[in-house]
Structures are given as C-alpha cells and as structure tokens.
C-alpha cells in the first residue's frame, strides 16, 4: 500500500539481548531498515546500560553499529550532553513525548538542548496522551508549555519549530519522503 511502511521496532534495548541489537544493527545496516526504540525513558533504563555495559546506551548503540540516519529513540530523557553528541554525529533522532513522560513521571526531555546541538528531534504521543484522545494538537501545546515552562530567563520554544518536529521531523523518524 502507497504511504505504509516498516521499521524494526524493539520495544526497548533493555528488555533485547545483546545477539538481537547486534542482528537489527546488521540488518538496519545491510539492508536499510529504519530503527525505532525507546531510548533513555526512564532513570532506570539509563542506569541499567551503565551497570550492563559500562556505558550509556547510546554509546553502546554506537559501538555496535546501530545509530544512524536511520535510527529513532523514542523519549530521550536522560540522554548527556556525550550522548547527545554522538547521536548527532550518527543523524540519528529523538521523539519527544511530552504527554507520555508526564504520565509515567519519567522525567522531562531535554529539547531545548537537543536543538541547540543539532540533534533532529520529532514529536510523538507514544500511545500515552494525557487524555486518552491522541490529540495532536493538544500534546504539542502541552509540549510547548513545558519546554517553555517558569522563567523569564529562557528563549522559548516557537510554535513553529514544534509543528515542524511532528511533521517534518515526523515523516523522517517514519521514513516518509517529503
């Protein structure tokens, strides 16, 4: 069908072996399949990477070849600034899911940053609006007001640049053309 596509999806490298990232890494890598996970969501899921390996995931995700222009990580929460870095260097995404992470209280993602390093980030809902309607719209004005939140000190956010995160940035994490 004209507009479907598929990515190779798991669901979080936390609960992957090390055998299935390297295969999807090989298979993204041999034969252009688009990855999607969630990356970095939780505390836990950060600290797991770093006690399992002895690094981040995205250092680990580097290292066996799978962050690319090709690679999406849903949430991106607790990503450092190296983390950031290295998924720029890679053309590599984050999703922001403002609604998502409010709910499971996971923490807040730093798109402001992610931004100002060059790190393409797309917008999502991850399933979890805060309403149960996966209003769109909603959730970028939701996300908006967060990322812009107190402090008179801060350059906001524009409206505009949001838009272009579940548009744009959107039809690139899908690996839509246009």
Same mark, same amino acid.
């Given at each position: /069908?004209?507009?479907?596509? /598929?990515?190779?999806?798991?669901?979080?490298?936390?609960?992957?072996?090390?055998?299935?990232?390297?295969?999807?890494?090989?298979?993204?890598?041999?034969?252009?399949?688009?990855? =999607?996970?969630?990356?970095?969501?939780?505390?836990?899921?950060?600290?797991?990477?770093?006690?399992?390996?002895?690094?981040?995931?995205?250092?680990?995700?580097?290292? *066996?070849?799978?962050?690319?222009?090709?690679?999406?990580?849903?949430?991106?929460?607790?990503?450092?600034?190296?983390?950031?870095?290295?998924?720029?260097?890679?053309?590599? =995404?984050?999703?922001?899911?403002?609604?998502?992470?409010?709910?499971?209280?996971?923490?807040?993602?730093?798109?402001?940053?992610?931004?100002?390093?060059?790190v393409p980030v797309?917008?999502?809902?991850?399933?979890?609006?805060?309403?149960?309607?996966?209003?769109? /719209?909603?959730?970028?004005?939701?996300? =908006?007001? *967060?990322?812009?939140?107190?402090? *008179?000190?801060?350059?906001?956010?524009?409206?505009?640049?949001? /838009?272009?995160?579940?548009?744009?940035?959107?039809?690139?994490?899908?690996?839509?053309?246009?």
């Open positions: /069908f004209p507009g479907v596509g /598929f990515q190779l999806g798991p669901w979080n490298p936390v609960l992957c072996s090390g055998a299935l990232l390297e295969r999807l890494a090989e298979a993204s890598c041999d034969d252009g399949w688009r990855v =999607q996970t969630h990356l970095m969501e939780t505390q836990y899921q950060a600290e797991y990477a770093r006690r399992t390996y002895g690094k981040s995931w995205v250092a680990h995700l580097d290292e *066996i070849g799978m962050l690319s222009e090709r690679f999406s990580g849903a949430h991106g929460v607790w990503l450092d600034r190296g983390d950031m870095d290295m998924m720029k260097e890679a053309g590599a =995404q984050v999703v922001y899911n403002p609604s998502s992470n409010m709910r499971l209280g996971s923490g807040l993602a730093p798109v402001r940053e992610y931004l100002s390093v060059g797309a917008f999502g809902l991850d399933s979890l609006s805060m309403n149960d309607d996966e209003d769109m /719209f909603q959730d970028l004005r939701l996300g =908006q007001t *967060i990322q812009n939140g107190p402090g *008179i000190d801060r350059e906001s956010i524009p409206a505009g640049t949001l /838009f272009e995160m579940a548009t744009g940035a959107g039809a690139t994490v899908a690996g839509v053309d246009g």
